[in-house]
């Protein structure tokens, strides 16, 4: 039977693994010892903290993206049918014979 570290769960929930600079990890101890918290105390407050605001960035680009494709799309819808419109005008005029450009007959 696994222990419960081995099972990745110790105290609150599954533990993650990352690398950190040697900087950092000095600071984030050197916190840790003055205030006699843990370093995972930290890292869950930094987490808590900022995970909120990557989120909204992430969906902030990701409506940016779509609003961006969503008109690039609009554009090529509009531009597609005048361009239709104005071959279709002149098929018009080129099958109607006596006509000129202006569309009057000519004798």
């Not at 039977?1 to 099972?7: G, P, V, W, Y």
């Not at 050197?30 to 987490?47: C, D, H, K, P, Q």
């Given at each position: 039977?696994a222990?419960?570290?081995?099972s990745?769960v110790i105290?609150r929930?599954?533990v993650?693994?990352v690398?950190?600079?040697?900087?950092?990890?000095e600071?984030l101890d050197?916190l840790?010892e003055?205030?006699g918290?843990?370093r995972?105390?930290?890292?869950?407050?930094a987490?808590?903290?900022?995970?909120?605001?990557?989120?909204?960035m992430?969906?902030?680009q990701v409506a940016k993206d779509?609003?961006?494709?969503?008109?690039?799309d609009?554009?090529e819808e509009?531009?597609?049918g005048?361009?239709?419109?104005?071959?279709?005008?002149?098929?018009?005029?080129?099958e109607r014979?006596?006509?000129?450009?202006s569309?009057?007959?000519?004798?």
């Amino acid at each position: 039977m696994a222990t419960r570290k081995q099972s990745g769960v110790i105290g609150r929930g599954p533990v993650v693994s990352v690398r950190l600079e040697r900087e950092l990890v000095e600071r984030l101890d050197a916190l840790a010892e003055r205030t006699g918290r843990s370093r995972g105390t930290y890292l869950r407050m930094a987490l808590w903290a900022m995970i909120p605001t990557l989120e909204r960035m992430h969906w902030e680009q990701v409506a940016k993206d779509f609003e961006s494709l969503a008109i690039k799309d609009a554009f090529e819808e509009i531009t597609l049918g005048l361009m239709e419109d104005a071959i279709n005008a002149d098929r018009y005029c080129e099958e109607r014979p006596g006509s000129d450009d202006s569309g009057t007959r000519t004798p």
